[in-house]
């Protein structure tokens, strides 16, 4: 089966390390707060200025004053600091994010990543993305396999506008681990219950696949 959006959070949470300073970009990465492993120090940062997020609000944590650069409500831990958005692109830009997690409409075999707009659709605005793709040492993105069509989000050439350009070396889909190294996808882990061939089926771009391709553990 494919990956819950909690279980793609989960996945992604397995490649923090302590000590590190990480940038949660909107969506499913802001889940990602959720599943800090234990005993791990990690801090999350947003754009707007905020470094110390918490994890995701329930009912009786959310306070509405309390946002992240997608106007997400967030909570916050013990010792969190709040600046100004051109203190947190600072940080951003001198190279101080040690992971950031992305979401994506697109990302093709050359690392290539589309993630800020749909060509005649409104945006909001492509936020701090391109900053982070140009400045992050380590990028994550997570995404869905497939568009509600079917049709295969990891490509052989972006058809979106770019976000940013051979960057993206990791990605945690619904439905695989995946790396990007050689101008190829390199199959690393399935979701559980995920077949092989559901996988190549689903991938527009050039993958290699292993003969052994373990599924994910959480």
């Not at 989960?10 to 940038?23: I, M, P, T």
């Not at 754009?47 to 918490?54: D, H, P, S, V």
């Not at 997570?142 to 295969?152: I, L, V, Y």
Request: charged content about 20%; hydrophobic content about 40%.
């Amino acid at each position: 089966m494919a990956l819950t959006r909690e279980q793609l959070a989960q996945r992604v949470a397995q490649e923090l390390r302590d000590g590190f300073y990480v940038n949660l970009g909107i969506g499913i990465p802001t889940l990602v707060a959720n599943y800090v492993p234990k005993g791990m120090d990690v801090m999350l940062q947003s754009e707007n200025g905020l470094l110390g997020m918490g994890e995701f609000p329930t009912e009786e944590t959310v306070d509405p004053d309390l946002i992240n650069a997608g106007k997400q409500t967030v909570t916050t831990v013990t010792g969190a600091s709040y600046f100004s958005s051109a203190d947190s692109f600072a940080m951003i830009r001198g190279g101080n994010v040690d992971l950031t997690v992305l979401g994506a409409f697109e990302v093709d075999q050359n690392g290539n990543i589309a993630s800020w707009m749909i060509p005649g659709k409104l945006i909001k605005g492509m936020g701090g993305a391109m900053d982070l793709v140009a400045s992050a040492q380590n990028i994550v993105v997570t995404m869905t396999h497939a568009n509600k069509k079917g049709e295969s989000k990891l490509l052989k050439e972006c058809t979106l506008p770019l976000t940013g350009a051979g960057c993206i070396k990791k990605i945690v889909s619904d439905l695989a681990y995946i790396e990007i190294h050689d101008g190829k996808f390199h199959l690393v882990e399935r979701a559980p219950g995920v077949s092989v061939e559901e996988i190549v089926e689903k991938t527009a771009g050039e993958l290699v696949v292993p003969d052994n391709v373990p599924e994910m553990s959480f």
